[in-house]
């Protein structure tokens, strides 16, 4: 068996208003009974460990139904420090649920182990059985009653990644409002890709990527040590998945392509400086340099972020060195090669000279935060989904228009003048000829044709200087 069709764990799925499924788990834990499976163990742990296995079985078969899902037997594992036990997973209601509903025939199971000379093993694991989809087909069970458990959309970590508590102030309630207000909005739509159950498979099976869980809609944001650093928005599963997938996706049923801010974070930064980038530059792109060799845009954008993310450059060094070996085979990660990069990124923008090696990214992604939040509260007043991937969104194509004036907007109205170029990423299902994308092309012709004459005006007042 392949551990690449593992889910990474037991999730929790609600379905507390729907009586059809309560009346199936209702009959599987009268057959536990009958059969002398559940002894006396306590019913209502029982209960919710059933509604847990079942969903998640049936969840994981409609995405892969070859996919396992992985959980512990060992004891340590449902402590109340540790995830399963948060979740309120006890390990004795675990395993009598597990064990029964294997001995009833109703999934399949393989125990997991662990080498101790080799250092390696696999967690125990298990699939629902043709037989469970049948019960829960008989019961009229359907994917849209079945939702995650509520999870805190705002959280707080320090420097190391590990969530910290806050003081909640009318800042912090606003903010997971807001955010509860969009994820509830994004569950009433469905989202899917257009491929097969075994194309997505084989394309997940060679990025070694885990699989895909529809159900994983709800967003939250991250903050770094505090409201002002960070802030992004996560855990939607289009943003976990390979980009090769996202041309693919599809909202409620209709093509959808995407919009993307280029060189954002780079043109964030000549803001916080006071300059204008496309004033100093022209209309270039700014991550690309002209004078380095063999490197193309995508390492040279990786240079930047890096340098300007990392708290010295030995750090920014070792970073870029993992980035050439993982991905740029045709460059050899030498010193000399590196700090070239280095070097020409620097000498590129020396108006952020007291930018690089700052750690300064958590500051960056707070402004984008900013914005991504403006586009997605301003989209959900029109009715229309967006799905943040960070610094581009993706949209139904009939809304690619109000999606490029809603992007251009959150720069103003945030009061940044480095406005980004906007580009469009195409959906493998879009056609060019539909009517609406005629505004879209009306609207960056207009964009374009101002730039140009602001650039125009830019330059006769630097000769006339």
């Known amino acids: 068996m392949d551990n690449l069709h593992y889910s990474r764990s037991i ?43 079942i969903l998640d079985l ?7 139904p070859v996919r396992y899902i992985s959980y512990s037997r060992a004891k340590g594992a449902y402590r109340k420090d540790q995830r399963l036990g948060k979740l309120f997973l006890g390990y004795g209601p675990m395993i009598t649920v597990v064990d029964g509903l294997k001995s009833l025939g109703y999934l399949e199971d393989h125990r997991g182990f662990y080498d101790r000379d080799r ?18 087909d008989n019961y009229a069970v359907v ?76 967003l939250c944001r991250i903050f770094s040590q505090d409201f002002k650093s960070g802030g992004r928005f996560y855990k939607g599963w289009w943003q976990e998945m390979p980009s090769e997938l996202r041309p693919y996706i599809t909202i409620d049923g209709e093509a959808a392509s995407e919009l993307d ?73 030498t010193d000399e090669v590196i700090h070239s990069l280095i070097d020409a990124t620097i000498d590129n923008h020396p108006e952020l000279s007291d930018s690089f090696f700052t750690g300064a990214w958590d500051e960056l992604q707070y402004q984008d935060s900013l914005i991504a939040d403006y ?46 170029k906007v580009e469009i990423k195409k959906g493998a299902n879009t056609t060019y000829d539909k009517p609406y994308f005629k505004e879209l092309w009306r609207l960056m012709d207009e964009e374009r044709e101002m730039n140009k004459k602001e650039l125009e005006a830019v330059k006769k007042l630097e000769d006339f200087v």
Not at 58 to 64: C, G, H, P, R, T
Not at 119 to 136: A, C, N, P, V, Y
Not at 376 to 384: I, K, T, V, Y
């Open 11 to 53: 999730d929790v799925h609600r379905i507390s208003e729907y009586p059809e499924v309560q009346k199936e788990i209702s009959y599987l834990l009268s057959l536990l009974k009958e059969a002398g499976l559940i002894k006396n163990s306590p019913r209502k742990r029982i209960l919710k460990l059933l509604k847990v296995v």
């Open 58 to 64: 049936y969840i994981a078969s409609l995405n892969d």
């Open 119 to 136: 250092r390696t093993g696999f967690e125990s694991r298990m699939r629902s059985t043709s037989k469970l989809i049948d019960l829960i």
């Open 143 to 218: 994917p849209s009653m079945i939702s995650r458990e509520e999870e805190n959309v705002l959280l707080l970590r320090d420097k190391e990644g590990t969530e910290i508590p806050y003081p909640e102030t009318k800042a912090s309630t606003e903010m997971r409002d807001k955010l509860t207000s969009y994820n509830a909005f994004l569950e009433r739509h469905e989202i899917a890709l257009s491929l097969s159950v075994e194309e997505v498979r084989e394309l997940l099976l060679s990025r070694r990527s885990s699989p895909i869980d529809y159900t994983r809609k709800r």
């Open 261 to 333: 801010y280029g060189g954002q974070h780079l043109l964030l930064s000549y803001a916080l400086k006071d300059h204008e980038y496309r004033w100093l530059r022209g209309p270039d792109d700014p991550y690309a340099i002209k004078s380095v060799q063999n490197a193309d845009r995508a390492l040279m954008k990786q240079v930047f972020l890096t340098c300007v993310n990392a708290e010295s450059k030995e750090k920014a060094v070792l970073s870029i060195r993992s980035e050439i070996n993982k991905n740029y085979k045709n460059l050899t990660s």
């Open 375 to 420: 586009v997605l509260s301003h989209m959900q007043a029109r009715g229309q989904v967006a799905l943040p991937v960070h610094d581009s969104f993706i949209v139904q194509d009939k809304y690619m228009a109000h999606l490029y004036s809603t992007m251009k907007e959150a720069y103003r109205m945030l009061g940044i003048d480095s406005i980004p």
